[in-house]
């Protein structure tokens, strides 16, 4: 079986599919590598890993009927820490949020979850989502994976160095004047900011008069 850290999310969800390869396996895969190399990059500042190991044995047994399967059903992905997720501190970098936990999902998460994709993390940015790295008082930096001495750039940093990494397949951002495009561009991996609008912001922290896309 290939390497499940470093594939596709596209590779990892017909994998999944075909049952070359059990969620539980790519999620647990997955949560593994963030601790290997998460000391080193501090990408990721929220891991769930017991709730996301449920989700995947959940995935694994529906997974016999494949017309009723999401696209991304038991792939795993992570989200900028400005998005809403329930039940798991969402800090957006800001001591004034250290204590906060949602009570639901941001739309574009929400949506994540429908298509089957499963949690594991949430990924570190600067305070409240804004600037050119991931500085913040709450968790610290984030560094390149390629270069622990050179940024991973931002917003999105975390998301940035963790994909690159291998610590996830896929993941949320967002983006006003290049926060998730620069940080994809200073680790090299690809990178999409949608249509303005497209995708919706709500339920994601933003600062008054924030203009961010998912």
């Known amino acids: 079986m290939r390497d499940v850290i470093g594939a596709s999310a ?28 998460n000391p080193r990059l501090n990408a990721v500042v929220f891991a769930p890993a017991e709730s996301a190991l449920k989700e995947a044995r959940n995935a694994d047994r529906h997974n016999k009927r494949a017309s009723a399967l999401g696209p991304l059903h038991g792939v795993p992905f992570t989200a900028k820490d400005i998005f809403n ?10 001591r004034m949020l250290r204590t906060n936990i949602p009570d639901h999902d941001a739309t574009v998460v929400a949506r994540m979850r429908r298509a089957g994709a499963i949690l594991i993390g949430k990924t570190n940015c600067p305070p409240g989502g804004v600037g050119s790295d991931s500085w913040n008082p709450l968790h610290g930096g984030t560094r390149n994976p390629y270069d622990i001495n050179r940024s ?12 690159a990494a291998g610590g996830s397949p896929l993941g949320i ?3 006003s004047g290049g926060s998730i495009r620069m940080p994809a561009h200073y680790c090299g991996i690809a990178a999409l900011k949608p249509t303005a609008g497209l995708v919706p912001a709500t339920g994601a922290y933003a600062l008054p008069g924030g203009l961010s896309d998912p």
Do not use: F, M
Request: aromatic content about 2%.
């Open 10 to 37: 596209a590779w990892l969800a017909r994998a999944i599919r075909d049952k070359k390869v059990s969620s539980v396996e790519v999620v647990k895969a997955h949560l593994e590598h963030i601790h290997t190399v």
């Open 173 to 175: 951002g967002s983006d």
């Open 152 to 163: 991973p750039g931002g917003s999105s940093s975390g998301e940035a160095s963790i994909i």
């Open 85 to 94: 997720t329930a039940g798991l501190p969402t800090t957006a970098g800001l």
